[in-house]
């Protein structure tokens, strides 16, 4: 069984660039949940989706957003690139989205 | 506002030896208590998790310790092995929220 498949898995970008981050579930999961992991930190919690709604939105500015589509992969945009968006952005799917949360191994994201 | 405190920061433990990591929470909603191991490079994999209708529960080697009047939960990792050289999270989540909020991080390294 394939598990969370996230893509691409490095990605360099200049400030003020966009990006999109791409992520497939386990299939049957249905609730997808993105996350940002700075070096040396736990991760940190970004969107939630389950069946195309958001469902959770942790403490990150308007510059991201995500979106879930009918066959429940996910999509992450971050606009306007800072140096600070550099980190390992995390995919984490689940079934119903409470719990058994299986992590995807990142797109490492690096801002020059 | 760290909702999910862990210690040590860093461990070193002799191969054969008994693991302990500690993590104390605030929020009184929170349900679900996993442990993350991590590898450089790779996204957190699920070790073991408890609900707090449980003071403990073990797989292998593996066993979390939870004390529901003192906020605080551990896991310890029995006979530790090098192979388990690794950074461990503790996570928490609970009532209306579907975030998962991790400790810190602790790195830890067994000694052949």
């Known amino acids: 069984d394939a598990g969370v498949t996230q893509s691409p898995t490095h990605l360099i970008k200049t400030r003020g660039q966009h990006v999109t981050l791409r992520c497939s579930p386990i299939?049957?999961?249905?609730?997808v949940s993105w996350y940002q992991q700075v070096l040396g930190q736990g991760p940190q919690f970004i969107f939630q989706?389950?069946?195309?709604?958001?469902?959770g939105r942790g403490n990150f500015p308007d510059r991201f957003s995500a979106r879930q589509f009918p066959n429940y992969s996910s999509e992450l945009n971050v606009n306007a690139l800072l140096l600070g968006d550099s980190a390992l952005y995390l995919c984490?799917?689940?079934?119903?989205?409470?719990?058994?949360?299986?992590f995807g191994s990142g797109t490492r994201l690096t801002v020059v | 506002q760290q909702q999910v405190k862990q210690s040590p920061q860093s461990l070193i433990v002799q191969k054969g030896g008994i693991s302990i990591i500690n993590c104390a929470y605030e929020?009184?909603?929170?349900?679900?208590f996993p442990w993350y191991q991590q590898f450089p490079g790779k996204g957190p994999a699920l070790l073991i998790a408890?609900?707090?209708?449980?003071s403990e529960k073990k797989e292998g080697r593996f066993t979390i310790s939870f004390n529901k009047s003192a906020k605080q939960f551990s896991l310890h990792i029995m006979d530790s092995q090098p192979g388990d050289s690794a950074t461990y999270f503790c996570?928490?989540?609970?009532?209306?929220?579907?975030?998962?909020?991790f400790g810190k991080g602790t790195l830890l390294t067994v000694n052949p």
């Open positions: 984490a799917s689940s079934l119903s989205g409470s719990y058994g949360y299986t």
């Open positions: 299939s049957g999961h249905k609730s």
């Open positions: 989706y389950y069946e195309k709604e958001e469902r």
């Open positions: 929020n009184t909603a929170f349900d679900y």
């Open positions: 408890i609900r707090p209708d449980v």
């Open positions: 996570a928490a989540r609970g009532g209306s929220n579907y975030k998962l909020t």
